[in-house]
């Protein structure tokens, strides 16, 4: 995903009136068995320019967008009105989670090949639907 902002001002000085790209964020929202991904995310914003090709841990070197992250509900239709009983605000920033680490890609014939590394409370919590919140972003940098 690519985060896009008006305001502030570019590298010359002078101001920005229109959309313009100002980081961007990499999310694996599928398992290696294409099953969604649930939970409640937090994805820190990366900065410029956009590398869609990167590994998670080539992403997590690049340095993150001031404090920019973006908040994310992945959760499952049925799960829609427990998910809707917690409001989307910053004052719930702390229910949200990093996203998970994978680990590398097994040699040929072992059984955890790409498998994703969950803590307990997310395993209990499988979804399919998403809806979004975002923190404010300062882009007058």
Do not use: C
């Not at 590298?11 to 694996?28: D, F, M, N, Q, S």
């Not at 990167?54 to 973006?70: H, K, W």
């Amino acid at each position: 995903m690519q985060l896009q902002a008006s305001g502030g001002y570019d590298i010359y000085g002078h101001e920005v009136t229109h959309l313009a790209p100002r980081g961007w964020l990499k999310l694996h929202i599928f398992d290696h068995h294409n099953r969604m991904i649930s939970g409640r995310w937090k994805v820190p914003v990366r900065l410029l320019p956009a590398k869609p090709s990167m590994t998670t841990a080539e992403v997590n070197a690049v340095p993150q967008l001031d404090n920019a992250e973006l908040y994310l509900r992945i959760f499952n239709t049925r799960d829609a009105e427990i998910q809707s009983s917690v409001p989307i605000t910053v004052n719930n920033a702390g229910i949200y989670q990093f996203p998970l680490v994978q680990t590398p890609k097994h040699s040929v014939g072992m059984q955890e090949s790409h498998e994703t590394i969950r803590s307990p409370a997310v395993q209990s919590a499988r979804v399919h639907a998403s809806a979004f919140s975002q923190r404010p972003v300062n882009s007058a940098s």
